[in-house]
T-cell receptor, first 115, second 112 residues
Framework: DTEVTQTPKHLVMGMTNKKSLKCEQH?????MYWYKQKAKKPPELMFV???????INESVPSRFSPECPNSSLLNLHLHALQPEDSALYLC??????????????FGPGTRLTVL | DQQVKQNSPSLSVQEGRISILNCDYT??????FLWYKKYPAEGPTFLIS?????DKNEDGRFTVFLNKSAKHLSLHIVPSQPGDSAVYFC???????????FGTGTRLQVFP
């Protein structure tokens, strides 16, 4: 299995809703990432998990809460989002944290719309 | 402050010719560079990478060149094919960090 999967593919939520995005990989990778991508912009890093521990938080608002239950799964819990949070949320994984040759492999993304 | 820049938002190339996509960076701590290809509604797909100890890396139709003194890299695709039409992002990382900084992307269109 050489892919990163993400569910759901699309999500529409209101500003008072609580929802979760899920990401899974079975490549034995020990680093996992969340990115946010707005239209016509590059992906922007949100969080990095290394060996299931949060290693980087790029000053993301607390309405986004990441969770790494095990080495294959990564969740992003969403609560009280704003319409400007609407974006494509991308999950990625890489073989081992801290390596130079550390290509990241991306999932297809979840298209989130906040009403 | 955009540390990785792709100054050409779009490029149009005829099938069979060479496509050259350019990328400039400002942070001298970057030592690893990658190119990703992205189709609409999909995640970026890794294409090719290069370490700062090299100045060229080749994989099939794709070649990446790195000019450290100019803080510039380029991706050459030859021959270009219609299936290469996509948005191409360059990305960079600094030693011992897991942060990838992406450029703004170049939309490549290969026409018959």
């Amino acid at each position: 299995d050489t892919e990163v999967t993400q569910t759901p593919k699309h999500l529409v939520m209101g500003m008072t809703n609580k929802k979760s995005l899920k990401c899974e990989q079975h490549m034995g990778h020990r680093a996992m990432y969340w990115y946010k991508q707005k239209a016509k912009k590059p992906p922007e890093l949100m969080f990095v998990y290394s060996y299931e521990k949060l290693s980087i938080n790029e000053s993301v608002p607390s309405r986004f809460s990441p969770e790494c239950p095990n080495s294959s799964l990564l969740n992003l819990h969403l609560h009280a989002l704003q319409p400007e949070d609407s974006a494509l949320y991308l999950c990625a994984s890489s073989q081992q944290p801290g390596l130079q040759n550390n290509e990241q492999f991306f999932g297809p993304g979840t298209r989130l719309t906040v009403l | 402050d955009q540390q990785v820049k792709q100054n050409s938002p779009s490029l149009s190339v005829q099938e069979g010719r060479i496509s050259i996509l350019n990328c400039d960076y400002t942070n001298s701590m970057f030592d690893y560079f990658l190119w990703y290809k992205k189709y609409p509604a999909e995640g970026p797909t890794f294409l090719i990478s290069i370490s700062s100890i090299k100045d060229k890396n080749e994989d099939g139709r794709f070649t990446v060149f790195l000019n450290k003194s100019a803080k510039h890299l380029s991706l050459h695709i030859v021959p270009s094919q219609p299936g290469d039409s996509a948005v191409y992002f360059c990305a960079a990382s600094a030693y011992n960090t897991d942060k990838l900084i992406f450029g703004t992307g170049t939309r490549l269109q290969v026409f018959p």
